[in-house]
């Protein structure tokens, strides 16, 4: 799911600190050079005008839009903006003072200093910081991009992407569609893929967004990029090669130097990502805190029942391909993961892309007896219970993991997916989700664990967050009263 925000406020957000930031410092050496000292929050008024600087600070940075392609301004179009920026607070200052009826009250000299000063320092702040940022650029962020171009054209995409990387991107590789380039290097960037495997390499590797960019005498490479959008990825084409692709979102960015179609499974707004991650953070802080005293208890009962560590620890595939490990109570034996090979006939889900059995002997305290009754222990009861998912409030805390969202997989289950299947990486996996709630015990066809998640992501809202994190609730009371 992409993040629909092509000025990017998130991306900014440190503008934003720095220059509120600045403000303040300006404030305190307005009011020493007045002669007042250099504590003007000791003064109710002065105090109030302190919040209020911060408040229209924010005002005219939202409504006039002041950080936005603040990375692409040259010196002189910075100096304008923070010149105009600093003049709207000071107006607005001035409204506020007038409005409250105590203008008299407040030194005129430590409202003009104030904005002057304000000039000044957010003007040079922004300028280093904007320094800071270009050779980091270079260096790339969090965002993986596979640049898919033809033989021509390679070198001069590439150098214009590393010059105008201004949304930040690590560049993964490349994949050049009208010749065999595999084992190159353009500008320091490998050549990954070819026209033949370059959806495999997507579908299998961690990447975030792809971005389309081939000769004009080319044409129109349509099959390529059904392939790409079947696996989720969000696709940026170039302005000259665009077509409409039906029952995806489509918008037009900027995406280093070029106009770019945008296609994505979905996306977001900030607004709706910002309230997501702050529902993340509370449910993970309470989860972690619940972890500690389940921990208590679980504990020393897992480690009676099978000496050895009592959290067990997972690599598993997250959003986009990226791997993080993934953390729960052990519920299995030490040597689960050897003898999962000889159980995998008796895989719910067939094809090894997922892994159920109706009792799995792996878990502790499972045992058939001689009679072929089945006897259970610790590790069935924190597993019906889901006691044995609370570790992952971790991951949700550190953002590899959501609360709401799909299920990561093993490598090995990734393995063997096909280009629809990549699409469930789309998102963040969740501790719980669509399916997970739709019945999982039912569910023994992966392609409708794979529905279930892509109509998750298609249609995701935070209304449907809640209404599974309800129905997670529901469904776990429901299993403790039928044990």
């Not at 991306?11 to 720095?18: E, G, Q, T």
């Not at 002669?35 to 600070?57: C, H, K, Q, S, W």
């Not at 904007?130 to 969090?142: A, F, N, Q």
């Not at 150098?159 to 930040?168: F, G």
Request: charged content about 25%.
């Amino acid at each position: 799911m992409y993040r629909k925000d092509s000025e990017g406020w998130l991306k900014h957000a440190d503008f934003i600190i720095l220059d509120m930031i600045c403000l303040q410092l300006a404030y305190v050496l307005a009011y020493a050079i007045s002669g007042y000292g250099f504590n003007p929050y000791e003064t109710i008024i002065y105090r109030n005008m302190a919040v209020f600087f911060m408040l229209a600070d924010l005002i005219v940075i939202f409504a006039y839009g002041t950080m936005k392609s603040v990375l692409k301004r040259g010196y002189y179009r910075e100096f304008v903006v923070a010149l105009n920026h600093s003049v709207m607070v000071g107006a607005l200052a001035i409204l506020y003072l007038f409005l409250i009826q105590q203008g008299q009250q407040f030194s005129r000299l430590t409202l003009i200093l104030t904005v002057v000063i304000y000039l000044i320092v957010t003007y040079l702040v922004r300028e280093f910081w904007k320094s800071v940022l270009r050779k980091k650029m270079k260096d790339g962020g969090e965002r993986k991009l596979l640049i898919i171009t033809s033989e021509d054209v390679a070198e001069q995409v590439v150098e214009n992407m590393k010059k105008n990387n201004y949304a930040r991107y690590t560049l993964a590789g490349i994949a050049v569609i009208d010749t065999d380039w595999t084992g190159k290097n353009i500008h320091g960037v490998p050549v990954v893929a070819n026209e033949e495997t370059a959806p495999m390499y997507v579908c299998q590797e961690w990447i975030d967004e792809v971005l389309i960019v081939i000769s004009e005498v080319l044409p129109y490479p349509a099959e390529l990029i059904d392939k790409i959008t079947e696996t989720g990825v969000t696709v940026h084409l170039n302005l000259a090669k665009i077509t409409n692709v039906p029952g995806k979102k489509q918008f037009v960015e900027k995406v280093g130097n070029y106009t770019v179609l945008t296609t994505s499974i979905n996306y977001a707004s900030t607004r709706q990502l910002m309230l997501k991650r702050l529902m993340d953070i509370a449910g993970g802080l309470v989860g972690c805190i619940l972890t500690g005293i389940i921990c208590i208890f679980v504990g020393p009962a897992i480690y009676l029942a099978s000496p050895g560590p009592i959290f067990f620890a997972q690599e598993r595939v997250g959003k986009n391909g990226k791997k993080f490990k993934m953390y729960k109570f052990r519920s299995m034996y030490m040597d689960a993961e050897e003898r999962k090979a000889e159980l995998m006939k008796d895989n719910k889900l067939g094809d090894g892309k997922m892994f159920k059995l109706d009792f799995d002997p792996r878990v502790i305290g499972n045992k058939i007896l001689p009679d072929g009754t089945h006897k259970t222990g610790i590790g069935d009861f924190i597993r019906r219970t889901s006691l044995d998912e609370f570790p992952q409030f971790f991951n949700v805390l550190k953002g590899d993991m959501s609360i709401i969202g799909t299920r990561p997989p093993l490598i090995s289950e990734t393995s063997l997916y096909e280009l629809h299947h990549r699409a469930r990486l789309a998102i963040k996996p969740g501790i719980t989700g669509m399916w997970q709630v739709s019945g999982r015990s039912d569910i023994t066809d992966f392609e409708e664990v794979v529905r279930l998640d892509k109509e998750y992501i298609e249609n995701w809202n935070i209304g449907m967050d809640i209404k599974i994190l309800l129905k997670t609730v529901l469904v776990v009371f429901k299993k403790d009263g039928s044990m």
